[in-house]
Nanobody
Framework: QVQLVESGGGLVQPGGSLTLTCAASRFSFSRHVMSWFRQAPGKERELVASVFTSGGTNYADSVKGRFTISRDNVKNMVYLQMTTLKPEDTAVYYC???????????WGQGTQVTVSS
């Protein structure tokens, strides 16, 4: 019925760049708040960035200025452009969708990002 599929993860050197893609199969995509979360080994899942239905964005302080979230409501896709990557960015990155004022979250399966020399 609905699904989110992340892609674009991989191994990158510190200081490098990577772009993640979240493909959404949902007719109401444009009505959802879309977010990227990440979870490192032994750590809790944390919010990285969100893009709202208005197009406005929000970022965690740890990635502000380095990461950019964007959405394409025609292609039903969300992107996370990551630059100046650091080893501490290593995590499984998840895409999440939710309607405003709802707690019924839809999660993707995650994609691994490893930042290492």
């Amino acid at each position: 019925q609905v699904q989110l599929v992340e892609s674009g993860g991989g191994l990158v050197q510190p200081g490098g760049s990577l772009t993640l893609t979240c493909a959404a199969s949902r007719f109401s995509f444009s009505r959802h708040v879309m977010s990227w979360f990440r979870q490192a080994p032994g750590k809790e899942r944390e919010l990285v960035a969100s893009v709202f239905t208005s197009g406005g964005t929000n970022y965690a302080d740890s990635v502000k200025g380095r990461f950019t979230i964007s959405r394409d409501n025609v292609k039903n896709m969300v992107y996370l452009q990551m630059t100046t990557l650091k080893p501490e960015d290593t995590a499984v990155y998840y895409c999440r969708a939710v309607l405003p004022f709802s707690s019924n979250y839809v999660w993707g399966q995650g994609t691994q990002v490893t930042v290492s020399s």
